[in-house]
């Protein structure tokens, strides 16, 4: 059974209600949580590209990528742990887990399971939960993974706008 079903929440799929790229987090984190990130993007099969600048390169330990410079070139681990799944990270705190989705790519059941089944992956590897907000509304979580139910849930009324 899906953890969310589409018909439920389309409205947190619309890239005109959420915008195109909705913020993920996880909150509370660390050098060792980013690094457990790494570890799953790499031992998951999922297909992935790091980054610096414009440059693709293989992905260093986390306290490499957490330690660089200021002035340093933006760093980007794009994963797609499932067609149609796109998860952009932009490591640039230990202290935050943050990334994003493409809705564009995220319609239908099938969209709302792969974001599911990430979203999950993500949360139980860490033991933390994992929330999605609009793009730039930190403030309000509208579904994440919650640990303590072990599924992906919904955290606002989906029948907005």
């Not at 990528?65 to 742990?81: K, M």
């Amino acid at each position: 059974m899906p953890d969310l079903l589409w018909d439920d929440v389309r409205n947190f799929f619309d890239p005109d209600l959420m915008g195109a790229l909705p913020d993920v987090s996880v909150e509370g984190t660390s050098v060792e949580d980013w690094q457990a990130v790494f570890d799953l993007v790499r031992s998951s099969g999922w297909a992935w590209t790091y980054s610096q600048g414009r440059v693709i390169r293989s992905l260093p330990p986390a306290v490499e990528v957490l330690t660089r410079p200021a002035d340093a070139e933006t760093v980007d681990l794009r994963v797609r742990p499932a067609p149609g799944v796109l998860a952009v990270f932009r490591p640039m705190s230990a202290e935050e887990i943050d990334f994003d989705v493409d809705l564009r790519e995220l319609q239908g059941q099938e969209g709302v399971d792969g974001l599911c089944r990430f979203l999950a992956a993500v949360g139980r590897r860490l033991g933390k939960p994992v929330v999605m907000t609009a793009e730039g509304d930190h403030g309000h979580p509208v579904l994440g993974f919650d640990p303590a139910a072990d599924r992906v849930v919904l955290m606002a009324d989906p029948r907005f706008g």
